[in-house]
């Protein structure tokens, strides 16, 4: 199991990664407009930006809809593997920096928490599969660091109970690294990335039905998370 050490933790949050396999993709308006700005037309390309923009803001509330031969429209494409990959709720869906969607656990059949995690480009209309949580989670929270990994927390695990366990995902390498614990297993929470890159848990479930009142937030260096008064 690949663990991060608190010093490891806080070169994840606080250093650029490696890219030593992956080339980087133009963001996607970026390539839109130009694209469409070559054939010189103002009004085209004003509509296709707005086109990428809602295709990628509507991916969350589409794919909550985990109805069996379900279909996902992005502007006039169809995704045919939806019901496949992406049928699932009480996920989380993040955008990258390069303008794709990261979708990870939830739950797809039985209520069950799974480990699978989806790459979506919402332009396209392609899913990729990549590389699988290391613990199973829905209601869980997700955020993306100022160097572009994925860091993900609590949810509810495969025994229907709260977890504690935290882990960040490195789109470059397709790997996920775990990070130190939270203090409290929680679901359903929320969780907040400020500027200096500290972490704010807040709220949620212990997974039996009780709400949490607490808070705890982690600082980039610290050894742990520190819970709040």
Known sequence: MDILTPKEATKTMDTQVSKPTVKPIANPVERTSASVAKAGNKTVSRRNILQGMMAVLAVPAMIGK?????????????????????????HTSTLLHNGQMLVVGGCQRNNIPVTSAVIMHPLSGQCTPVASLKVA????????????????????????????????????????L??????????????????????????GNS???ANLNSAERYVPGASAWELLA
């Open 207 to 209: 997974g039996n039905g």
């Open 66 to 90: 985990a109805e069996a031969g379900a279909k996902l429209q992005l502007s006039g494409r169809v995704i045919k593997n939806v019901k496949k990959m992406l049928a699932r709720t009480d």
């Open 137 to 176: 989670r829905s209601q869980h929270a997700a955020a993306i660091l100022s160097n572009g990994t994925v860091l993900v927390c609590g949810g509810i695990h495969a025994g229907g109970r709260a977890t504690s366990s935290v882990e960040v995902y490195n789109p470059y390498q397709n790997q996920w």
């Open 178 to 203: 775990t990070f130190p614990s939270m203090n409290v297993a929680r679901a359903g929470h929320t969780l907040t990335v400020f500027p200096d890159g500290t972490l704010l848990a807040c709220g």
